[in-house]
């Protein structure tokens, strides 16, 4: 298979972009099954409805969801740095050019934070900055580096050696404002809640520190800028092997971690619902969850990018390019309809719906959202948010709207 298949055009990459609309798929997912909520909730709202197809729904969110698409997302978001940087570095003021257009992502995260304070806009802007300082280093050490990240290893290692017993149980960021947060998705109204996540700031950034989700983050940069240095997407025929490699050994290593966490449920070491987790072995299953999250979420990545090498998985795959080349647009709309569904100054939807229904929603706002995409980028060149923030980047705004051509 040629080189021709993977690019629709000589700047966009086909996989990179369906890996965009694969994770804005679980990135939906993970927030419509918990009502759209962007912090934690009290235990027992989890466990409220105990239907079959509840239980399902909050399995696939626990297992194979939750704290694996953020990071697929990460990984795109380093690979895309490289590209960038690739592309522009000829360019006059270049490195200027990038900071600014960081800053308005920043900008753009910092007013999504105050609509929902689930954003990651704002905290991969500044991660941003940092990664510019690891561009020229070697691709092993940023591979090696972005591993060790990725696993969370400096977070269980400063837990390990705490002189208090560390607390490694498996829990929804900021717990302890569980109940309040409650009754300010079921109850407030519209302003009260903005002025509440613009107060969440410290909450929010506390928890990316002391969970570690912080450095994960940054880690999964790391392995998307080793993946632009190695041109794994750029020559992905060529790099099929080392691929095929990864998809293996992410797979068994996935494999044995959840045969390991069923021995520990059939042996009463941890308990469902709510993830708990004898003391003796909370940091080690705290540990062992992070690696298993990491190897799934390279799973993924490999795995999407190997089946669109097959040309039956292609055709159902290439739709989800075209949501990829808008994903900042549908990121954010995303939240908007979200807000709209399950809030009090919406439709108040919350704690009223099962996880079961909340899923059935977002897949049919999935499909819809497809449909906007393949409607819009049929009649305009990039996605309304992706449009202005160019535009914003290099103070020009071309035509978005696609030229006719003859005859049509």
Request: glycine share 8%; charged share 15%; hydrophobic share 50%.
């Amino acid at each position: 298979m040629g080189e021709s298949t993977v690019t629709t055009s000589k700047s966009r990459i086909d996989t990179i972009d369906i890996l965009r609309g694969f994770a804005l798929a679980g990135i939906l997912y993970a927030h419509m099954v918990i009502w759209y909520t962007g912090a934690a909730l009290p235990p027992e709202t989890y466990t409220k409805y105990d239907g079959t197809a509840d239980g399902i729904a909050l399995g696939i969110f626990g297992a194979l969801v939750f704290g694996k698409f953020f990071s697929v997302f990460s990984f795109l978001f380093g690979l895309s740095f490289y590209l960038h940087f690739q592309k522009k570095r000829s360019q006059p003021g270049y490195l200027r050019t990038y900071i600014w257009r960081l800053f308005l992502l920043f900008i753009i995260g910092f007013l999504h934070h105050i609509l929902w304070r689930g954003d990651i806009l704002a905290l991969y802007a500044v991660l941003g900055m940092v990664l510019v300082f690891f561009r020229s280093l070697s691709p092993k050490l940023i591979l090696v580096t972005g591993l060790l990240l990725i696993i969370n290893l400096p977070t269980h290692l400063y837990e390990a050696f705490q002189t208090e017993a560390p607390i490694a149980q498996v829990e929804f960021p900021m717990a302890d404002e569980a109940a309040r947060y409650y009754r300010l998705v079921q109850k407030e109204d519209f302003s009260t809640v903005l002025l509440d996540n613009w107060r969440s700031w410290p909450a929010k950034i506390e928890y990316q520190i002391e969970s570690g989700r912080l450095l994960m983050t940054f880690g999964y940069f790391l392995l998307g800028l080793y993946a632009g240095r190695t041109k794994l997407f750029t020559s992905l025929k060529k790099q099929l092997s080392k691929v095929k490699s990864w998809n293996k050994f992410s797979e068994r290593a996935v494999l044995f971690l959840l045969f390991l966490g069923l021995l520990m449920y059939l042996f009463d070491l941890v308990t469902i619902p709510g993830i708990k987790v004898v003391p003796q072995l909370q940091w080690s299953a705290s540990f062992l969850f992070s690696i298993y999250n990491a190897c799934l979420t390279i799973f993924y990545i490999t795995g999407i990018s190997l089946l669109f090498q097959k040309r039956f998985f292609r055709k159902i795959l290439k739709p989800l390019a075209t949501m990829g080349r808008m994903a900042l647009t549908i990121y954010l709309s995303q939240t908007i309809i979200g807000l709209l569904l399950f809030y009090q100054f919406g439709l108040g939807l919350f704690d009223r719906t099962s996880p079961a229904i909340n899923v059935l929603m977002g897949v049919a706002i999935f499909y819809l959202q497809l449909k906007f995409c393949q409607w819009w980028l049929c009649h305009f060149k990039q996605g309304p948010v992706e449009w202005l923030w160019k535009g914003l980047t290099y103070f020009h705004f071309s035509s978005l709207k696609k030229k006719r051509q003859e005859g049509s």
